[in-house]
């Protein structure tokens, strides 16, 4: 027993991204009220908290089998209680690509904000559609809601880049010292890197899971990076000669 729960919430990866919710935690209630009111440091938050939870979520229902099954049960899946990607599916390839896409919308200029807004609202509709209708149950793996998902988040970061070297206001700033130029680098790398695992997830873990597993150390490495630029982010009062403000943050 002691070595399953070691097995599941004992990784380097669980323990990094745990000290780095205990972190932002600390810094987001020590900002004043109304910063903590302000969108640019709680939605990063936001963010944190929600992957924080679902990633110890999924090590609890690798944990507990017998909760895993009922799980797997409830949603439909009673041929093979093993995985609970269905976790994943909803919370990392629906929710957080959701937050995340209104986080790309809190740094670009508000011409291009409207675009993202359609981008969200297509992505749930057509996730949905695709979700209850049977094509790819929430239990298996879901490519294609994945790709969308991804290449929604690769067009939002390039409207991001592209005001980057285009808008006045970008070009007057120093992109090394805005948080917005390193939360939008590693968002791009991330979706881009994790093409390969995301769509051949259950084929590779049949036929290749050491690569698989490569493959999600990867994932895993980017996802750390992530999580403590977020953190940063919550935590950048106390550094405010190292950030430039953001040219097209507005408080909302």
Avoid: C
Avoid at 26 to 55: C, D, G, M, Q
Avoid at 117 to 131: D, G, R, Y
Avoid at 184 to 198: D, K, P, R
Avoid at 226 to 234: Q, R, V
Wanted: charged share 15%; hydrophobic share 50%.
């Amino acid at each position: 027993m002691r070595g399953d729960f070691w097995e599941a919430f004992g990784g380097w990866y669980m323990i990094s991204i745990d000290l780095i919710l205990v972190i932002g935690i600390y810094y987001f209630f020590r900002l004043p009220k109304e910063k903590r009111a302000n969108s640019f440091y709680w939605l990063p938050f936001l963010i944190l908290t929600f992957t924080v939870f679902y990633e110890n979520f999924g090590a609890y229902t690798l944990f507990n089998f017998e909760f895993r099954k009922a799980a797997n049960a409830f949603l439909g899946n009673t041929k093979d209680p093993r995985y609970n990607i269905w976790i994943f599916n909803i919370a990392n390839k629906q929710i957080s690509t959701i937050l995340y896409l209104f986080l790309i919308k809190s740094w670009l200029d508000p011409s291009k904000k409207i675009y993202i807004k359609w981008i969200i609202i297509s992505f749930f509709i057509i996730t949905q559609v695709i979700q209850f209708s049977g094509a790819e149950p929430v239990y298996l793996n879901q490519p294609i809601i994945f790709s969308i998902g991804a290449n929604m988040i690769l067009i939002s970061s390039g409207l991001y880049f592209i005001g980057l070297m285009t808008n006045e206001n970008y070009l007057s700033s120093n992109p090394l010292r805005l948080l917005s130029f390193w939360q939008m680098t590693f968002i791009l790398f991330t979706y881009s890197l994790t093409y390969i695992t995301s769509v051949s997830m259950m084929y590779l873990n049949t036929h290749y899971p050491q690569f698989l597993y490569s493959l999600l150390k990867i994932d895993w490495v980017m996802g750390v990076i992530n999580l403590a630029i977020l953190g940063l982010t919550i935590a950048s009062p106390k550094f405010p000669g190292l950030f430039e403000k953001e040219p097209f943050y507005e408080s909302h």
